[in-house]
Structure formats: C-alpha cells, structure tokens
C-alpha cells in the first residue's frame, strides 16, 4: 500500500455503496473490497469508515444485520437497500460525467483550443 | 458551571443508548481484530500487529463520537444547538422570559386545568383494577338491565364477570342529624369484579345481595367516613340507620378510589335489596341497573355482543310480554365510553367548545409573545443581516429563532402544568350545591402532560412563526449600511396586528361574558309564569318501600298542618317543582284521535289548591280536590300550550287523554303557562294529574306572605315529625326554581373570568407595543417638542394612537361575537343579539382599559427632554 492515494472528500459514501453492492460485507471487509477494486489505489482511512457506515445506515441507503463472519465471530453485515442501489446508480452517473468531463478538460492541448 | 455540565454529561449518558454502543464497540474490536490478523499473516509478532492495527485505525474514542453523531438526524443536533444558544441568548433578557412565561404560563395553566376538568366528566370510569378488560353492557331495549335479566346474564357465563348497580338516595337519621345521602347499590360481586379492597374492613361477599342476608352490609367512602365519623378507626361494625333499617358499617373505601359518578362522589355503597330497590323482583322494569362487565381474555367486544343479543333473544322467548324488545342487539362497548352514554348528540361539541374559548385566551397570550419576540428581532437586525451576510441559510435562520420560541413554551407549559397541580385539589374541594351536589374529580395523567406539550408546540408556532419569518426577511445591505435609527414600518405594523388580534379575542370573550351575565340578570326578571318570590317547598323523601297511600296521607296531613302556621297563605303538594332541574316528559294520546309527530309533553302530579299556591292562573275548569283519589274516574289539568297545540281553539274540557298510563284521564281544567323545563320564549305543553291519583315523593309547596326566608326554621321542625324514616329539606321556591339561573350565572361567571384574563393579557400587549412606541419615537417626540409641541400635545398623541389600536380590535371581536350571539337568539331570554349594553359595556371596558395601558407610556413620551433625546439622536 505505498503508492496510494487518499480518497477525495465525499467519495467514500460512492465507494462503499459500490463495495457492498458486490454483496454483503461487514466493516473490514468494506475496506479490503475498496483496496481490492481499486487496485490497492485508494486508500480509505479506517476509523472515518464507521460514521460513514453510521451514516449511510441512517439514510436507509445500506441496511446492517448482525451475522457470523468466516472465522466464527460475531460480525455486522452491511448490504445494499433499493434507495441505496438508486444512489449508486446516480452517484456513478453523475460521477462518470464528472470525470470525463475532466479528463477531456486536463488533456486539452494547445493546437485544439 | 461545573456541576452543569456533570448534569449535562449525565443525562446525555442517560439518553444513549447503551445497546447501540455496545453494538459499536464489538463492531470496531472485531476490525481490529481481523486488521491485526492480516498483519500477523503478512508476518508480524501478535503484540506488533495488535499495537499496528491501533495506531492505523486513529483515535478510536473521537471516530466512536463521530459514528453517534453520525447515526443522529442532522435536524437534532442542530435543534440542540440552536435550543442550546436560544437559553444563552434569553438568559440576557430575564424581563422578557418573565414576561412571556407568565402571560404563556397562565395561559397555558387554564387551558390545562380545563382540559383535565373536562376529562375527568368524559373520560370518567370507577376505579378497576384492570380497565381495558371493562365493558359497559346494555340490552337490547332499553340502557339498563332488571334485575332478574341481570342475574341471568352474570350466570350465563358470557362475561368472566358481570357486575351491577344503581344510584339511589337514602335517608341517614341519628339523633343530630337528618340528611339524604348519595348511595351506589351494588350487586355483592361489585367490588370482586372491579378488583378494588377497602382501606379498612372488608368488601362486599358475593351473596351480599340476596334477600336471606340481615342486617345489611354498608361501605363508606373515605369522603363520608371523614365527614360524619369524623375518620373514626372504630367505626366498623356500628350500625347505622338509612330508610329506618340497620345496616353494619363493614369497610371504608380507600381515599383515591372513583365511584361510578363523573361528577359527585357517593357516600356510601350498598348491597342490592327489595327495600332499596322496590323493582328488583321486576323482570320488566327497564330502568333498572348499568351493568359493567369483564371480557374474558380472549374474547373480543365483538363476540361478546354476538352473545349478550343472543342471550336477549332467548330470555325474550322465554319472558314475551315482560321482556318486549330484547331480542334486539345489544350493545357492549368499551368503559370509557360509559360517561357519555345517553348524552344528546349536540352535547358532544361542548367539550370542544369550551376548549377553544380557552384557547382563546391563550392565543391572546401569544399575541404578547410574538409581540415581544419582534420587538427583539428589531433589536438584532444587525445580527440577522451579518450571519445572512456571511451565508446562513434563512431556514437555519428560521428554526434558530424558533427555538427560543420553543424554550419560552416549554417554560411555560412546565409552569402552566403545575399551575393545573396546583389547581386539581382546590377545584375538587368545591361543592357544587344540586341535589345531588357536585364535584369535580379530577386526576393528574400523562393526557395532561400530553396536551401541555401540545399546547407548547402549538404556542411556539403562534408565537414565534411570524416573527421568526418576519425578522430573517432583511434587505442585508441596507441594514448594514444603516446607522441603526428605526426604519422598520413592517414590523410595526405587524405588532399593532398583534395588538388589534388580541383586543378582538378579548373584546369577543367580554361580549360573550356580558352576554351571559346579562341573561341570567333577566333569568331573575323574567316571569316563569308562578309566582316565584313568595312561595318555599318542602321536599319530603320517604323509603322507597313506603306504600303510596302512606304518602298522600303524609302529603295530605303536613300540607294540612303547614297551612295553619301564621303567615302561609296557602299550601299544596306536588311531584315535581317548576324550574328545578328535574322533568317527566311523556307521549300523550287523546281518546279517539291519532297524533302525528312528537306528541311529547311534560307531566306533573299536583294536590289540591296548586295553582292558587303557585300563582297560576286557572283560565278555566276547577282545580283537583282531595276526593280526586284513587277510587275516583283520573282527571287531569292541562295548560294553554297544551290547549292551543292539541285542541286547537276547540273546547278541551270533557277530553281524555293519558301519557302511558293504562286509565285515560279526563281534563277538569285549563291553566295558564308556566315555565318548567328551563326558561324560553315558548312553554312546553304541561299536563297535571291529581298527586293522590298518582302519587310520589311529596314535595309541600307552601305560600307565604311576605319573604319565606323567615318561615322556614318552622317548616322543618313541623315536617321533620311526621315520618321516622324521612328526611325534609326546606327551600324557597326561588332557591330550587334558581337551578338554571344559578348555571347561566356560573357561565357567565366563567366568561367573564377568561374574558378579564384575555383583557388584562391583551393591555399586556398593548402597553408592550406602547413603550416600544415611545422608545423608538424619542427622537421624533424630541423634535416636536423642540418645534413647539406641548406636553399634553404628546400625551393625546400617544393616547389616540394606543386608543385606535383597541377600537379597531374592539370593533372586529364584537363583529365576530355577533356571529355566536346571533344563532343563539333563542337562549338569551328576549335580550337581543345586539344588545346596546352588554357591547357598550365591553367597549367601555376595553376602552377604559386601553386608556391605562398607553397613559403611563404617553406620559415617559411627554417627558422626553428635547434637548437630551436630539443630542443622542
């Protein structure tokens, strides 16, 4: 994890509404599925992931359920609730607009303006 | 200060939810956990990977609050804030949250002690150990239960239990005293059922109630125990005597139990017997016991209806001519509904009624808040326009200022809710005096506590909306530019809104009250058609059981005895006194015809010389005489509403007519109106029959000359004589005929205590909005003074401006007063709808006060020294 970015502010909730989205996960795993999917890329600061969690729970968009983890213990699973699949379709959108919008503004070159 | 935040910190814990904390914590471990494992694999010693997984993670303790505040509505913790810097802020202007939390706080109060008063009479059920199991029943025919019907729904199994009773007088004799006491007779189950033990003694057994059983059984309530034994601990197993028989004192009821009554507390329970109830071995009496029954655990109101119908059905079978009419549904319903079975429909909007007359007063009261919080807006202009300025959100803005609304409320529904405490014991402690008398029983509950916070969130929002709205409405440039004189024409204008709204509640209140005080005045001129001011009555109330030749020999022998006393005139008897609160209505047939409609008219039973007593005139025929009897063909004495709607201008006399009784009646005589059921511009048709033809509790009705005031110590040493058993109570006709005078009279009491509270309120406000005139005029007073203005130039000024405000608001409250008074023509006794004095008495009064509430402001306005005021300025 040396070569890694800190995720920008107010992506984290986009991130991991897309992590649990790939199915089930509890806290940790949310984490190691980011670093996964992004390649080991992002990194997410792991305390600031449980108010986001707080968060997003309270908004409805994932919904907690305590279960058993792979190695027996007691853990809470997040999954995806219907207004958190919306959200993540139209944060991805938006988000994808975004960007290619300034991909094509940062690779502009002289001779094309 | 430190002690306030352990406080702070303290409940703050106290209101965390510790599960969800707990939940946190084993969540974060388990990460912990499953970081260091990972670590461990990739190499690391367990006390290394541990140690790492920590300091990766940050500072667990500030990521724990953050995951709290997290998990809480953004709109709480800014209402916290906002709650938080609306105390700080109101710290600094005591005289303001003074202000508000007295006027909000009474306001409040009443309306809370009249809805804990309204719902103790509504809401009313007798103490039972488990009231959501309870139902009242009734059958099929009619609202209670015979006796006989009631025994065999008890043993039908329906219920788990069913119990029974009924309210009755009785008359307590001792050497000292004579009075009638107030007595519930109860089946012996009663009290088993309703899971209630006296304080002392013992209950009723379950066979209490069969005939065998002697002597009698008595409970007292703890009320009765108290007043005539004075709470002696040994007063079980005395006897005592009611209607002449013993009966044993076995147990005194605990303090705070409720009896069946809404209003009025029994003074004693009895067992159910043939003496107190001659109709109990009556299977077709009708009205006979209110029986309230428990469900059992499964079964629903529904299903026990089904059965109570079912169980009509057979007894009607089995019982046709007695039990007529029962095989229809019956009804079961929940007890709470109890109190207000058999209440006429249009008395339900009562209630609500006399709750927004209240709340009239209130909104005056918060006439006065929003008043002063705008005054303090004005003050903050600058502040509001800064934080628009530096990019606060007017609804943050909004919600900030309505939180200081919402601590005033809450200041003030604390405050109004121990006024009502307060208020409980002393208005359950008065007596209504009545036959029986009344009393409020009121309770402290979580209703109380529910419509206070009701009322607190309804006053923050009349309070303090407007102004909220009205005071983030800020052009931020110019404010800021503003050297802070007072260009707010706007917010004036809103207050003397505020001012004129609060002069017309007040001034529809007082029109209402002078109303009310003016009809029960003319209640007392109005001719009831008897001769109400030289006439007493003597109430004679005998054991059920006595025969009716026992009493129209009684009646016969005191009106015979009283009418040789000096100063009677003459003397009569009857069954019921015009006026007084009690009335038998009946559908009349007339011998050979059929009557469409109604047909309903009042029935009385009358001795010999009534009229002449009562200062009837006798517009034709005789009056009865004591040969009217029982062996003698039924006659009857009919009055001229009776005539002119039944006879229609043709000759009455000769007729008969009856009102349910098997004997037709032949009518004798024709006597002029009289007012009976309540005093109205159109008397009821009155049918009299001869009292020893129909003969009931005698009530002596005795002319005097002069005032009977005098007579009547004689009175009752003569009847108190006559029969053991009895008990007699003397009054002046005026006295028992006063009844509904005496209730217009508290209802105008009462309006004019809310229409004096909202007035003063309202002159709260007004002299609020003056002061503030004054102040933010000193420089405009100052320069007309130093143009030349006189002092007394400034006072009328001032005067005429504060005077206008209440005459627009006395002018709109009377307007919309006008649309109560003008419906309820027929209830204010010929006075008119628009009568001139009652509104000129509210305009005089409004006015007068209006004049005090600007006199003291116009006169700091004409003492504003020229000189001072424009150097400041």
Known sequence: MADNTTVLPGTLDLLILKAVSLGPLHGYGVLQRINQISNGALLVEQGALYPALARLERQELLAGEWGTSDNNRKAKYYRLTAAGRKRLRDATESWTRVADAMTAALSAKPGEV | MRAFHAIVNGLRNLFRSSTLDHQMDDELTFHLECRAKDLMSAGLAADDAYRRARLEFGSIEAYKERTRD???PPFLDDLARDVAYACRGLRRSPALVLTCVL???????????????????????????????????????????????????????????????????????????????????????????????PRLGRGFSSDEDSPERQPRAALLTDACWRRLFDGDLGVIGRTVRLNGEPFDIVGVLPADYKGVMPLGQP?????????????????QNANGLTVIARLRNDQSVQQAQLAVTRLGEALEQQYPKENAGLSRPAAVFPIRELPLRGAPPESSIVPGAVLVLFGLVLLIACGNVAGLLLARATSRRHEMALRIALGARRTRLIQALLAEALVLAALSATGGVLMTLIAIPALNAIAVPGEPSMRLQMTADVWLLAYAAFLGVGTTLAGGLLPALQSTRVDVSATLQDSGSTRTTGRTALRHAFVVGQVAASAFLLVLSAMLMRTAARGTMVNPGFDIGSGAVVSVSLPPARSAAHRVTLARELSTQLAGL????????????????????????????????RANVLVNAVGPRYFETMGIALERGREFQWTDGTGSPRVAIISQAFARQYFDGGDPLGSFIRTGEVDYAAIVGVASDTQFISLRETPEPIVYYAFAQQPSDPIVHVRVAGAPDSLLRTLTASADM???????????????????IA???????????????????????????MAYTVAAQRVEIGVRMALGASSSGVVSLILRRGLRLVAIGALSGIAASLLVTLPARAFLLGISPVDPIALAGTVGVLLAGGFCASYLPALRAARVDPLVTLRQG
Request: glycine share 10%.
């Open chain 2, 70 to 72: 997290a998990r809480r």
């Open chain 2, 103 to 197: 006027s909000l706080g009474l306001g409040i109060g009443v309306n809370t002690t009249i809805f804990t008063a309204l719902r103790s009479i509504i809401r009313h059920q007798p103490t039972l150990a488990d009231p959501d199991h309870f139902v009242g029943v009734e059958p099929g025919n009619s609202n209670q239960f015979s006796y006989l019907n009631y025994r065999d729904l008890r043993d039908s199994g329906i219920f788990a239990d069913a119990a029974a009773y009924r309210i009755v007088r009785v008359n307590f004799r001792t050497e000292t005293r004579s009075e009638r006491l107030l007595a519930v007779t109860v089946t012996g189950n009663f009290f088993r059922t309703t899971g209630v033990s």
């Open chain 2, 566 to 597: 000096t100063g009677v005139r003459s003397t009569s008897v009857a069954m019921l006194v015009p006026l007084g609160g009690n009335v038998v209505g009946r559908r009349v047939e007339i011998q050979g015809r059929s009557l469409e409609g």
């Open chain 2, 267 to 283: 003074d004693l329970y009895l067992p159910i017997t043939a003496e107190l109830l001659p109709e109990v071995t009556d299977r």
């Open chain 2, 743 to 769: 209730m217009r009279r508290a209802a105008a009491l009462l309006m004019a205590v809310l229409g004096m509270l909202g007035l003063l309120l309202a002159l709260v406000g007004l002299y609020g909005v």
């Open chain 2, 722 to 740: 006559l029969d053991a058993g009895a008990v007699v109570s003397v009054q002046t006709l005026r006295q028992v005929a006063g009844f509904e």
